[in-house]
């Protein structure tokens, strides 16, 4: 009878042992490098292979569909943040841009003023164009 005690005692230590160490259900908690630091697609591709299909429906643990919605709002918010960042340094270049139009429109009538001054002598209050001048003076 000594023998059966030992023998049960066996069992309720290695059904003790099998279930204190939950061996398949550590596995499946770990949420894999690809969702921590992968790019969205390769975290669609990873979920779209590791999920199963029943009647239609994709089952995706809980924690990796979390995962992937942090990482989804996180990738949204940095897009948006750049292209307001983009739109504003566009808006400065338009600016820059403007200005200095604007400067060369001025510079250009400043150009022509000097280029119709330098090719004209003033003869009693009254500009006369130089080319003027040198035909009659050439005949």
């Known amino acids: 009878m000594g023998k059966m005690n030992f023998t049960g005692i066996r069992h309720a230590f290695a059904f003790g042992l099998i279930t204190m160490v939950p061996i398949a259900g550590y596995a499946q908690t770990v949420v894999t490098d690809v969702l921590q630091n992968g790019t969205l697609k390769q975290q669609m591709d990873f979920i779209q292979e590791k999920t199963r299909i029943y009647e239609d429906f994709r089952a995706i643990r809980e924690d990796m569909f979390q ?3 942090v990482n989804s709002l996180d990738s949204l918010k940095a897009a948006k943040s750049e292209i ?3 739109k504003n340094d566009t808006r400065r270049l338009n600016s820059t841009i ?5 400067s060369v429109g001025t510079i250009r009538a400043d150009l022509d003023q000097m280029t119709k001054t330098k090719n004209s002598i003033s003869l009693m209050g009254i ?5 003027v001048i040198m035909g ?3 005949q």
């Open 98 to 102: 403007d200005s200095l139009n604007t």
């Open 67 to 69: 995962k992937m919605k």
């Open 84 to 86: 307001k960042g983009l």
């Open 127 to 131: 500009e006369i164009n130089k080319n």
């Open 136 to 138: 009659f003076c050439g």
